[in-house]
C-alpha cells in the first residue's frame, strides 16, 4: 500500500510535526517482544516497504515492529520516549504491509516525565482500545490539550505496527529562555513549522527545519527547475516571535541544483496560525527585509549575521526566497526572545 497522499490527511495531520519521529531524536526504549522485528523500525521517517523475499533468522523481514504470536495471557507493549515534550493532535497507527499480522486493535497511554518512565510511572490513557485492520493508515483525533514526553502502545494481544506517527506541536516552557540568550526559533523541536511554500518537488520539505545537517539530497526541501518568471519561497512560523539575531542556510548535498542566490523577509503576525495560509501568503508580499539578497554555493554552511541583518522588532513568521529555485537543507533563524 502507497503512503497516503496529503490531500487524503485529516486536519490534525497538516501543518503539525511527527513527535514519534527518530528523525527529530525520538527513541523506542522498551517492547515487551521484538523477535520478528525490532521497534526503532517502527519509528522510521520513511514510508514501510516491503520486500518479497527478504527472510533473516527468526523469519520473515518486515518493516516495523513484530512481536511472535503470544501464547499465554496477556498483551504486547512498547514504551517510546517522544523526540520533545508535546501537546498531541492525534495518531497515525500503521499497519502497512501487515496482511496476516497485524494487532485486531490497539491503545495508547501517556505520561509526563523529567526521566524515563519506571516502574513508578502513572500512564494515562489517551487513546482508549480501538479496532486496527490489514495494511492500512488508521487515523485517530487526540484533543486533551496536555503535555506528554513519553507514550505506551498497547497492541492486542500481538502482532505487528509498520509506522506510529504521533502529530502534535512541541511544548516548550519560553519563560526560562534567559534574556539575549540565541535561540533556533524555526526549529521544528521548538515549534517552529512550514505553513507555505510555492513548490517542494523533491526532497522532504519539513526536514528542513530538523535537527543535525541532511543525509542526503532528499533530507531537505528542493524545487522543481523553474521555467517560468519569479522565484521560489516557502514560510515559516516561528516556535515563538522574537529579534532574529542570525541566520543559517544550509546547501548540504546539494550541488548541481543549490540556489544561486536567497533572502530572507519576515513580520509579526500575532496569533495568526498555519489554517490561515492564504492570508499569510498574500501579507508576506509586503513583509519588511530582514536579510537582503546573498549569493549562496553548493554544499555548504552560510552564515548571515552582524550587519547583513536589517534591524527589526520581534517577528512570528519569516519567508525564505530562493531566486530562482533549487534546494535547501536546512533553515536556521536564530533569535532571542526577550
Not at 125 to 142: D, N, R
Not at 232 to 255: E, F, S
Request: a negative charge; one cysteine or more.
Amino acid at each position: 500500500m502507497s503512503d497516503t497522499s496529503q490531500t487524503e490527511l485529516p486536519a490534525f495531520v497538516r501543518n503539525r510535526i511527527n513527535l514519534a519521529s527518530a528523525g527529530l531524536g525520538a527513541v523506542g526504549l522498551s517492547a515487551s517482544d521484538e523477535f520478528f522485528a525490532p521497534l526503532e523500525r517502527m519509528l522510521s521517517d520513511t514510508p514501510a516497504v516491503f520486500y518479497p523475499d527478504r527472510y533473516d533468522d527468526n523469519g520473515k523481514w518486515m518493516d516495523g515492529w513484530e512481536s511472535r504470536r503470544k501464547r499465554g495471557p496477556g498483551h504486547d507493549h512498547a514504551i517510546i520516549r517522544l523526540a520533545v515534550p508535546g501537546v498531541i493532535h492525534g495518531f497515525d497507527v500503521d499497519t502497512s504491509h501487515f496482511t496476516g499480522n497485524y494487532p485486531p486493535a490497539f491503545s495508547i497511554e501517556g505520561c509526563r516525565t523529567e526521566g524515563d518512565p519506571d516502574g513508578t510511572t502513572e500512564w494515562i490513557e489517551i487513546q482508549p482500545q480501538a479496532a486496527l485492520g490489514p495494511s492500512s493508515h488508521h487515523f485517530f483525533p487526540c484533543g486533551n490539550g496536555l503535555v506528554w514526553t513519553h507514550l505506551r502502545l498497547n497492541i492486542y494481544p500481538d502482532g505487528g505496527i509498520a509506522r506510529l506517527r504521533v502529530y502534535g506541536e512541541p511544548w516548550r516552557d519560553w519563560s526560562k529562555v534567559a534574556p539575549g540568550e540565541e535561540v533556533d526559533l524555526a526549529s521544528a523541536l521548538n515549534g517552529g513549522r512550514v505553513v507555505a511554500f510555492s513548490d517542494a518537488h523533491y526532497g522532504s520539505l519539513h526536514r528542513v527545519l530538523a535537527p543535525g545537517r541532511g543525509l542526503n539530497m532528499g533530507d531537505g526541501w528542493e524545487t522543481r527547475r523553474r521555467r517560468e518568471p519569479g522565484n521560489d519561497w516557502l514560510i515559516v512560523q516561528l516556535g515563538h516571535p522574537g529579534i532574529i539575531k542570525r541566520i543559517v542556510v544550509d546547501t548540504a548535498h546539494y550541488k548541481g541544483n543549490y540556489p544561486d542566490r536567497c533572502s530572507l523577509d519576515g513580520a509579526d503576525l500575532g496569533n495568526a496560525a498555519g489554517d490561515l495560509s492564504r492570508m499569510v501568503v498574500t501579507s508576506s508580499m509586503f513583509w519588511p527585509q530582514i536579510l537582503p539578497e546573498r549569493k549562496l554555493s553548493m554544499d555548504a554552511v552560510h552564515q548571515f549575521g552582524g550587519t547583513d541583518i536589517v534591524p527589526s522588532g520581534p517577528v512570528s513568521h519569516v519567508k525564505l526566497n530562493i531566486y530562482p529555485d533549487g534546494g535547501v537543507s536546512r533553515l536556521r533563524i536564530f533569535g532571542t526572545v526577550r
